[in-house]
DNA sequence: CTGTATCCTGGGCGATACTG
DNA sequence: CAGTATCGCCCAGGATACAG
């Protein structure tokens, strides 16, 4: 399931949908693909223990607003990519950490940064010969 | 680089976006996060030579519209995933078909998905522990 | 059959202000 | 410090019509 040989045959229309639950794929690759969740769970995976307080993950993401860190975090959170922990303190203090499952997908995703690197230059070249056309 | 072994000293801030050439990253993960690029991808490997015409791909992803399907094939091929070439003939007949770099691209790709089967039921499980709370 | 050209809507996301 | 609330922009993407 899921190789990748080259096929003698042409495919059985929407077979790709009906092996892959299409939803769920979808549904990752689009939490995946937003703007913040991976940098967010890459930089969460940098510190000790895969743990960091709100204000200690926003500074090592440039750009990022404090409502979007919010929010993506949230989404995480519902996912059971993160925990959570709020310490009854003054100022409050929060704490973020990858869990289990969070860690699994860091593999993947990993690999498709991986390949960014090994092939960025190549495909930025791809769309400077298609531009110029 | 990129390892995932646990840390026991905090991260420097903004260390990430150093490393990663974030723009890459967050355009490959724009395009791929995107609504029809991985079922084209994926539908494309299907086939004998990783080659297809318009109106096939089109029959094996129900949803996608017209424009849309013209649209990714577009970008994809502006990135050298996808190769296209067009028949003279009538009526037309154009034909697409996956680039080495794109071969290379769905491997971790396929690690991504292979990771949805295995873990999304665990997921959906987590959202709905978190909305009824 | 394989496109292009318009129009339109929803929602992602940023900016800003306010709170416990 | 770690959030909420509100407003408004932009653009991905759907519907539809037309063209080579």
Chains 1, 2 share one sequence.
Do not use: H
């Amino acid at each position: 399931m899921g190789k990748r040989e080259n096929r003698t045959k042409p495919p059985d229309p929407a077979t790709l949908c009906k092996s892959k639950d299409p939803a769920a794929v979808r549904e990752l690759l689009t939490k995946v693909g937003d703007k913040w969740s991976i940098f967010i769970l890459l930089t969460l995976e940098m510190f000790p223990d895969c743990r960091a307080r709100f204000s200690a993950v926003e500074k090592c993401i440039p750009g990022i607003s404090q409502k979007m860190l919010t929010v993506t975090l949230r989404n995480l959170e519902r996912d059971g990519m993160v925990s959570r922990e709020i310490f009854p303190e003054v100022p409050p203090r929060v704490e973020y950490q990858l869990t289990k499952l969070g860690e699994t997908l860091l593999e993947p995703l990993q690999a498709l940064l991986d390949w960014v690197n090994a092939n960025s230059e190549q495909v930025r070249k791809s769309q400077r010969l298609f531009d110029q056309k």
